[in-house]
């Protein structure tokens, strides 16, 4: 189940960045300032969340993170869900994000939800990995999973 973020999630999502991003975690300014603009989704086992800005008909899927123990469990695919959800509601027609192009589960998942590639930033990560930027527009024909969000 997904639930939105509140401030009281604040120590959650530190900790989860620090544990799913090390070194290239956002510090707890930005992600306090995501859940008072009410941009956070969190996992109600509190073992990922995902952020999500609509401004106007786009949304910016900034984060999903999940801890190892939960990966391959569908979690990533629930945040996501939700994230588009919250987005269509919101009058996205369209969602843009970054994923490391050596991040193959990540890849998978957004290619298996629509989104195709529309661009490439070499050597954008502090890895040397790349960032591929992908879209998906018609947000709203996301298939329900039960997925609930608050």
Same mark, same amino acid.
């Given at each position: 189940?997904? +639930?939105? %973020?509140?401030? *009281? ?5 530190? #900790?989860? !960045? ?8 956002? %510090?707890?300014?930005?992600? !306090? ?9 969190? &996992?109600?086992? %509190?073992?990922?969340?995902?952020? @999500?800005?609509?401004?106007?008909? &786009? =949304? #910016? ?11 391959? +469990?569908? @979690? %990533? ?9 919250? =987005? ?9 994000? !970054?994923? *490391?192009?050596?991040? =193959? ?5 957004? #290619? ?18 790349? =960032?591929?930027?992908? !879209?998906?527009?018609? @947000? *709203? ?8 969000? *608050?």
């Amino acid at each position: 189940m997904i +639930r939105a %973020g509140t401030a *009281a999630d604040l120590a959650l999502l530190v #900790d989860l !960045e620090s544990r799913c991003f090390g070194s290239a975690s956002w %510090g707890s300014g930005l992600l !306090e300032a995501a859940l008072t603009a009410d941009q956070v989704l969190v &996992t109600t086992a %509190g073992d990922g969340y995902a952020i @999500v800005r609509v401004v106007a008909d &786009t =949304a #910016d899927l900034d984060r999903i993170a999940v801890l190892d123990e939960s990966r391959r +469990r569908g @979690v %990533g695919s629930m945040l996501l869900e939700a994230a588009l959800d919250r =987005a269509a509601r919101q009058g996205a027609t369209r969602v843009l994000l !970054e994923v *490391a192009d050596d991040n =193959a589960a990540a890849v998978r998942l957004y #290619d298996r939800e629509g989104f195709v590639e529309i661009h490439r930033r070499p050597g954008y990560y502090p890895s040397g990995a790349a =960032a591929i930027v992908m !879209e998906r527009v018609e @947000v *709203a024909d996301s298939p329900p999973h039960g997925t609930v969000v *608050a």
